[in-house]
């Protein structure tokens, strides 16, 4: 396989990280945009904050002259926030969804143009499961995943014809530092909703460090970025392959009582 220019905004740590090693070894060259630096020297680290746009187009801008094409585009930055809608404060949340949601729109937007030029591109976001099925007390996280799902599937609609192709990858439960900066609300914030969240935070917890490693959505990430015409949604291993097929099968009302009893809500 030829040598690609590919963006992986995200890796400075996680699965963004382990997807952006994978694409080194497979001898890409592979940037790095996040507020960190990739600890992996063979990366080129551009600093990006995914909640100003403009740091988005001046980091793709710089790559672009330094290589003059971007080929590929992985979207992995996340952030997560377990809270009951009810007492969630306004800040919050909304920055949640500029670094899950609008972060990856104008990611997507800035490599477009020139991807649509040329007449070739991929670009993978990384959603989740969760937001196909509910995570308990993490609304937020959920429904930004949900529309970057959607987003990414009317997305192929537009870009196809210019021979461009959008994936959302959706991990489970991982086992990675993510799990221990999520930001979780105390219990005199939240009131009458603390022992469900502590209990639901302490499961999502034990899915997450007990869950898939983050190489193994690379792997996942890695295969749609070198298939001709990767899939518009993919879950990443087979037991989420699984609760994929059941959300669109099961009845809506089963599937909320399985959830709440996975978290043990009252």
Request: net charge neutral; hydrophobic share 40%.
């Amino acid at each position: 396989m030829k040598q690609r220019v590919i963006l992986v905004i995200g890796a400075s740590s996680g699965i963004g990280l382990a997807a952006a090693q994978k694409l080194t070894d497979e001898g890409n060259v592979v940037y790095c945009g996040a507020r960190t630096a990739c600890p992996d020297e063979r990366i080129t680290s551009i600093i990006m904050d995914v909640t100003k746009p403009q740091t988005i187009a001046d980091g793709v801008e710089k790559i672009l002259e330094q290589t003059g094409k971007i080929e590929q585009l992985v979207y992995s930055a996340g952030f997560s926030m377990a809270a009951p809608v009810e007492c969630a404060q306004e800040d919050d949340y909304r920055y949640l969804y500029e670094v899950n949601f609008f972060g990856a729109l104008a990611a997507v937007r800035a490599v477009l143009p020139h991807m649509r030029y040329r007449k070739y591109g991929k670009i993978v976001l990384i959603g989740s499961i969760g937001g196909v099925l509910p995570i308990a007390y993490d609304a937020f996280y959920s429904s930004s995943k949900a529309a970057l799902m959607m987003l990414g599937k009317e997305l192929n609609l537009e870009v196809n014809p210019y021979g461009i192709r959008v994936t959302t990858v959706l991990p489970g439960g991982t086992a990675t530092r993510f799990t221990y900066k999520r930001k979780v609300y105390s219990a005199d914030r939240v009131g009458v909703y603390s022992p469900d969240l502590d209990k639901s935070v302490g499961t999502l917890a034990g899915i997450e460090q007990g869950g898939m490693e983050a190489e193994e959505v690379a792997d996942t990430i890695c295969k749609a970025l070198a298939a001709d015409n990767p899939p518009t949604v993919i879950a990443s291993g087979i037991k989420n392959k699984a609760y994929y097929v059941s959300q669109k099968i099961l009845p809506d009302k089963l599937t909320q009582y399985l959830v709440g009893n996975q978290y043990n809500l009252s």
